[in-house]
């Protein structure tokens, strides 16, 4: 079975401040992993997914993750916050490559951004 | 390109009473999908639809949550009747094709927020 675990349910930041938000997983194939994005009264976004290849992966609005393996981690990163950066996150898992294949989504995450 | 369009985009009920919702696909997708989203929670997959057949109802509460897709575009979700831990956001998302692979990605509608009380 896969699963999320996503460390943080709130996490606040000043403006201009790095982002991270925390993504560990838990899957007995390959995974595929992806960055989901909620605006209020909005539906999700992708912001980014990682399927193969180069481990580090670039998204929308200048956020970033790096696929770690070892770690079974896919965390989400920004180097400089901004105010339009406050939003829900959702980290999400799913096999690779699998027809029936149904995305696990984390319980989220809430980032906000101190002025 | 239009996006996934979702009505309504609130309603608010009374327990026992039944309720739908509507989906209308991005133009040419495929598959369509139903998600629970309780507060404070991620996205749980209801149901998914490849054209007008049903691939996965797993965790679809068919006691009283119904769903269809005739003619392979429209979606109508169906609870009836409903209980109060129905209150959630149900959104609807479609992908030009099934499963995970580089040329799936799911667009999601802004949801509906049920209330029920």
């Known amino acids: 079975a896969q699963s999320v675990t996503q460390l943080g349910s709130h996490v606040s930041v000043s403006e201009g401040a790095l982002v991270l938000l925390r993504c560990n997983y838990s899957?007995?194939?390959?995974?595929?992993l992806f960055w989901y994005v909620q605006y209020p009264n909005q539906g999700l976004q992708l912001l980014l997914k990682y399927t193969t290849g180069a481990t580090l992966v670039k998204g929308i609005n200048g956020f970033e993750a790096e696929f770690k393996k070892s770690e079974t981690s896919f965390h989400l990163t920004k180097p400089s916050a901004h105010m339009s950066d406050a939003a829900e996150y959702f980290c999400a898992v799913t096999r690779t490559s699998s027809s029936a294949s149904k995305i696990i989504f984390g319980s989220g995450t809430r980032l906000s951004i101190r002025p | 390109e239009a996006g996934v369009a979702q009505s309504p985009r609130y309603k608010i009920i009374e327990k026992r009473q039944s309720v739908a919702f509507w989906c209308n696909p991005i133009s040419g997708h495929a598959t369509l999908y139903w998600y629970q989203q309780i507060l404070g929670q991620g996205p749980k997959l209801l149901i998914q639809f490849q054209n007008n057949g049903v691939v996965d109802d797993s965790q679809l509460p068919k006691d009283r949550f119904s769903a269809e897709r005739l003619k392979g575009v429209d979606s109508t979700l169906k609870i009836q009747p409903a209980k109060l831990e129905d209150s959630a956001v149900y959104l609807c998302?479609?992908?030009?094709?099934?499963?995970?692979?580089?040329?799936?990605?799911?667009?999601f509608g802004a949801g509906t927020r049920l209330s029920v009380l």
């Open positions: 998302a479609s992908s030009l094709t099934p499963g995970s692979g580089t040329k799936n990605i799911q667009y």
């Open positions: 899957s007995s194939v390959p995974p595929y």
